[in-house]
């Protein structure tokens, strides 16, 4: 059986990689594709995936992120047709329910994102939809192109991939000395918040903590490598989870799937995202595994580095064990 995975960033990298593993151990064969965003093909180069790149970022420009997202529609069906999957399965990824419906291919589809647009696109052509327990409120999952193909995994996204990663457990503390900053996702369709907003405290933040940027793109890159950062270090290439696990004292994310990874592994975490909240970062935060807190002081980020109150909610790694068979089953059976 040949299985076709399609990642569209850096995120879906992880949450396939222990799936993909598997199904090479059990001879399955794999035809993965690739939009060049953010650091998705870095990543891919990172685990040594064999792949093939099939467009690039859309930025937030209405007619281009059309024109491109038509244009990478186009190539992928003529590049797909020709390698002839049995099987589409996608974290994500918009195009793929789009193109596996036109060649006839049953096509599994999840997201986490309830404000993603694209997820009307992809619910419509998609054969199944799993998505986060957190996302099973009524009025999410009435939607039409739902109601008969929608199921639910217990946990987030996050949690299932590393629920296969038990190493990552084995930390020790005492070398944690680093505050991590992960950047709001500047070119994201879903994001309306404001750009640059935590650069004056991350300044401050340096006069007495390490800290290190990650940049999603090369323009935060370039913005963050300009000389009044010279007290940051910047990441200028990814940088594994083993690592950041290992020697973070705090990580605050301004949006995205770093932040909830970090939560779950059990590092103290803060969700400073601008927009509204993801309902999977309410579950998190509800759970303990969290903060979300969009307005936050160096004041307030002392006093959480210094407090003894964080939860170590380590059993919803539990739950993405049991999520990740699940989500198996489903693909092996689709």
């Known amino acids: 059986m040949k299985i076709w995975i399609d990642f569209c960033n850096t995120p879906q990298v992880s949450f396939w990689l222990p799936f993909i593993k598997e199904f090479q151990e059990e001879k399955y064969e794999l035809l993965l594709t690739c939009r060049d965003s953010s650091n998705t093909v870095a990543l891919l180069q990172l685990y040594g995936l064999d792949y093939t790149i099939i467009g690039k970022k859309t930025g937030k420009r209405k007619i281009r992120k059309t024109i491109l997202f038509i ?10 047709r020709k390698n002839k999957p049995d099987i589409a399965v996608s974290q994500s990824s918009f195009y793929q329910p789009i193109v596996s419906w036109l060649l006839g291919v049953n096509c599994l589809y999840t997201n986490d994102n309830e404000y993603a647009r694209g997820n009307i696109l992809a619910f ?3 054969t199944k939809v799993i998505l986060p327990i957190a996302l099973s409120k009524k009025a999410f999952v009435d939607q039409w192109p739902l109601k008969s193909k929608v199921s639910f995994y217990p946990s987030v996204k996050e949690a299932i991939y590393l629920s296969q990663q038990p ?3 084995k930390q020790n503390d005492s070398a944690r000395d680093v505050v991590y900053f992960r950047t709001e996702p500047w ?3 879903y994001y309306k918040g404001p750009l640059n907003f935590f650069d004056q405290t991350l300044l401050s933040l340096a006069e007495q903590y390490k800290l290190v940027i990650l940049p ?14 010279n007290k940051l270090e910047v990441a200028t290439k990814p940088i594994t989870l083993n690592e950041i696990i290992s020697k973070c004292l705090l990580f605050i994310g301004a949006g995205g799937s770093m932040t909830r990874e970090l939560a779950v592994m059990g590092v103290p975490s803060m969700s400073i995202y601008q927009d509204n909240p993801l309902m999977v970062d309410k579950y998190l935060a509800d759970k303990g595994c969290m903060t979300i807190k969009p307005s936050v002081s160096v004041d307030e980020i002392n006093k959480t580095l210094q407090s003894d109150n964080h939860i170590n909610n380590l059993s919803i790694l ?3 064990k049991k999520s990740y068979l699940l989500i198996k089953h489903l693909i092996t059976n689709l």
Do not use: C, M, P, T
């Open 187 to 189: 070119s994201a369709q």
């Open 124 to 126: 419509i052509f998609a």
């Open 216 to 229: 999603r793109d090369k323009n935060q890159l370039a913005h963050y490598q300009q000389k009044k950062f």
């Open 71 to 80: 244009r990478r529609l186009l190539n992928l069906y003529l590049f797909v």
């Open 318 to 320: 539990d739950d993405g």
């Open 167 to 169: 190493e990552l457990l």
